[in-house]
């Protein structure tokens, strides 16, 4: 791909939305985005973290620039390259030829007067705006990732936004940032289903709250493995049939054999 080429695809929301929304796991969202500076949501892959920061930023309150990162961006210039183009979708007076002047520069602090520079064109414009960044994981050994979100992170202003997907809790001193209430953390276990959840989804397919027991037990509430589950047609029903069979029988008082007892 020509350097100045960009994957359209990798700087839009994705597409289709989620079978049944978790309200629960969207206010999460919203709250932190009204108290915090920037969300991390972190999962490894099938845990849900992309479709929740896909709906919320769908339904959210603001204009949205999505950033899908990929290995390649690790080198800083394609990284700013990506990162100017989606934000200039809903800031058409963000200068990026300077910010990419930046990345070209010979200064061994670069990353983070990539970051100030930033910092200071979202001040100029004065709209609320909301942006997403998926799969940050993917670039985490680059030298500049640490420096850059350490300087953007604190200098955000009010107005703005940062959400970020990752399969494992970016570098040491970016999520310390949330004893200082710049962060909010939304871990894996937040992001697996209920029961509550699970009956809502599995209600879409015709399945009942007993369907979703079954499926809860045997997926730990695994956002992915819930989803497959309730769209396999005759697993909940085979779920439910297994753990039927599985009782252990007990003797019923008065017949003279054995009995499942049900009621347990």
Not at 7 to 12: F, L, R, T
Not at 89 to 98: A, F, G, I
Not at 109 to 137: C, K, M, W, Y
């Amino acid at each position: 791909m020509n350097k100045n080429e960009l994957i359209h695809e990798k700087i839009s929301v994705p597409g289709g939305a989620a079978r049944t929304l978790r309200m629960r796991l969207l206010n999460l969202v919203l709250t932190s985005m009204t108290t915090n500076n920037a969300t991390v949501i972190h999962g490894w892959a099938g845990s849900g973290k992309t479709t929740l920061a896909a709906d919320f930023a769908r339904r959210a309150p603001r204009p949205t620039c999505w950033f899908k990162v990929d290995a390649a961006d690790s080198d800083l210039g394609m990284f700013c390259r990506y990162l100017t183009a989606t934000l200039k979708s809903q800031c058409p007076s963000l200068d990026e030829r300077h910010m990419l002047q930046i990345t070209e520069s010979d200064s061994r602090d670069r990353s983070g007067l990539l970051a100030e520079a930033l910092v200071f064109q979202l001040t100029d414009l004065g709209n609320p705006l909301l942006l997403v960044i998926e799969d940050l994981h993917l670039v985490y050994d680059a030298e500049w990732v640490v420096p850059f979100f350490q300087r953007l992170l604190p200098l955000l202003p009010s107005e703005v936004h940062v959400i970020i997907t990752c399969r494992s809790l970016p570098p040491t001193p970016l999520w310390r940032m949330r004893s200082k209430q710049m962060l909010r953390v939304i871990e894996e276990s937040e992001l697996a289903f209920n029961l509550e959840e699970t009956a809502q989804l599995f209600k879409t397919y015709g399945l009942n709250e007993e369907h979703a027991r079954a499926a809860l037990r045997e997926t730990n509430g695994r956002a992915a493995a819930i989803s497959n589950f309730a769209a396999t047609p005759g697993r909940a029903g085979r779920a439910i049939a297994d753990n039927f069979l599985s009782i252990e029988p007990r003797p019923v008082r008065g017949l003279g054999r054995i009995t499942p007892d049900f009621q347990t």
